[in-house]
């Protein structure tokens, strides 16, 4: 079955730097991969997505790149900010997997003032 | 729309107690998910209802676990007998199905903090 490692565990950058954070995926027939982010005490919330028919994404401050040959994809939070500061998961899905989402294990982003 | 609703917000009990963790879907969702999150083993998928049947209980842990979805808009996670274990936060999601164009987003409930002692 499909299997999600994501890297590194935990991050610590100071305000305004970038963070990224790396996820790789077994099932080459995986086409969708999500992020969540989860604040603490909160549940997860989707913050951005992407499908295997393109390569890249943004969506403000956030971006998430995808190499399919590979089998790895990535989220890139520029100009971070206290309040980006959470919990954020990885995700793959496949055609045919009934919208199962296998996640990974989470990464601790602390921004710092 | 409220959201996926979760009864209890916090569940504490003995260990070998019954547990019952209940969950409202969105409206109009078909699918609806049940993750347990440790610090541990990170965010697991228990097993997950489309149109109320059960399509994949590989992540339930144990016979001691059972779901249930009488209907589109409720479902049950049971845990008999209960252990320490089993403390963890229990999270419900809903979302729409595949279209044919993509993947529809997965909206999670407030989730139950489970503590057995």
């Known amino acids: 079955g499909e299997n999600v490692e994501q890297h590194p565990s935990t991050l610590s950058v100071q305000e305004g730097d970038s963070a990224v954070i790396k996820c790789t995926y077994s099932?080459?027939?995986?086409?969708?991969f999500p992020w969540y982010k989860q604040e603490l005490g909160k549940r997860p919330q989707l913050i951005i997505d992407?499908?295997?028919?393109?390569g890249e994404k943004k969506d403000q401050r956030i971006a998430v790149t995808l190499n399919k040959t590979a089998k790895h994809f990535s989220l890139h939070i520029t100009e971070t900010q206290p309040e980006d500061s959470a919990v954020y998961f990885c995700?793959?899905?496949?055609?045919?997997?009934?919208?199962?989402?296998?996640f990974g294990a989470g990464t601790r982003l602390a921004v710092h003032p | 729309d409220a959201g996926v609703i979760q009864s209890p917000r916090h569940e504490v009990t003995e260990m070998g107690q019954e547990v019952t963790l209940r969950c409202k879907p969105i409206s109009g969702h078909d699918y609806l998910f049940w993750y347990r999150q440790t610090m541990m083993r990170g965010l697991e998928l228990l097993i997950y209802?489309?149109?109320?049947?059960?399509?994949?209980d590989s992540g339930m842990p144990e016979d001691r676990f059972s779901a249930k979805m009488p209907n589109a808009s409720f479902s049950t996670l049971k845990i008999q007998p209960s252990e320490p274990r089993d403390s963890a936060v229990y999270f419900c999601?809903?979302?729409?199905?595949?279209?044919?164009?993509?993947?529809?987003?997965?909206?999670f409930g407030p989730g139950t903090r489970l503590t057995v002692t």
């Open positions: 992407i499908r295997s028919n393109v």
């Open positions: 209802f489309n149109n109320n049947v059960p399509i994949d």
């Open positions: 999601a809903s979302s729409l199905g595949w279209s044919g164009t993509g993947f529809y987003e997965q909206y």
């Open positions: 995700a793959a899905s496949r055609v045919g997997g009934y919208n199962k989402l296998i």
């Open positions: 099932d080459s027939a995986s086409n969708y």
